[in-house]
């Protein structure tokens, strides 16, 4: 569904007007929408978020593949940004998973003496431009293609014509629950009510998705 279509279809549910046609440019700046309907806007950008912090969505994975180069431990991992999460990393060549450590780990692992190797380590940092940067360990010795298996939440919806990556009905419902929440409730429908619509939504996608990745989800025996 496009970012309109979710704006309307929780307007709808909250019999308010909806809106009739694309925007042009940012909704923030458009003069056509009301305040009402970019304020569920705003909402489902925060819901959105909520979601795509709740579970690794199939929707959502890539993979960077980084080259290293001889002599050089720290590599900046493209189009990533402090929401991105790093799934695994592995060494094409030899299909070793390194291991994630943090970033005191390597700095003491690198005294008295560094060894430049096959990286079977990694720590990622931050830097001043909002990527993640990787500290691999230990320093490279050759050339290695690294894969970093990724997901990397979709940016905040603007254009009347983006289209949602994730589940669009838990965002739906976790909208709704939001707006009812902030005017009170609606149609004598109670806010807790709303709440537990969007969480159960929520976790019946989960449950879809995780059943295309059911390496990743353990299940303990009652």
Do not use: C
Request: charge should be negative; charged fraction near 25%; aromatic fraction near 8%.
């Amino acid at each position: 569904m496009t970012y309109r279509e979710i704006i309307n279809s929780v307007l709808r549910r909250l019999r308010e007007d909806t809106i009739s046609s694309d925007w042009s440019g940012d909704l923030i700046d458009s003069t056509g929408p009301t305040d009402y309907q970019v304020m569920i806007g705003d909402f489902v950008n925060e819901v959105k978020r909520e979601v795509e912090d709740a579970w690794d969505w199939t929707s959502l994975r890539r993979t960077e593949t980084v080259s290293t180069v001889s002599g050089t431990r720290t590599y900046n991992l493209p189009s990533t940004s402090q929401r991105t999460r790093i799934m695994s990393v592995q060494e094409q060549d030899k299909g070793g998973n390194l291991k994630p450590v943090s970033y005191d780990w390597i700095k003491q692992a690198r005294y008295p003496s560094e060894i430049s190797s096959l990286p079977d380590s990694f720590a990622v940092v931050g830097n001043s431009s909002g990527l993640l940067t990787a500290q691999l360990y230990p320093k490279p010795d050759a050339v290695y293609s690294v894969d970093f298996h990724l997901t990397d939440p979709q940016d905040d919806l603007t254009s009347s014509t983006t289209s949602l990556t994730i589940f669009e009905y838990p965002v739906i419902l976790g909208v709704w629950a939001r707006a009812i929440a902030e005017r009170g409730e609606d149609g004598g429908s109670l806010t807790d009510m709303a709440q537990l619509q969007y969480q159960q939504a929520l976790a019946d996608a989960i449950s879809q998705d995780a059943g295309r990745h059911t390496d990743e989800v353990t299940w303990d025996a009652i």
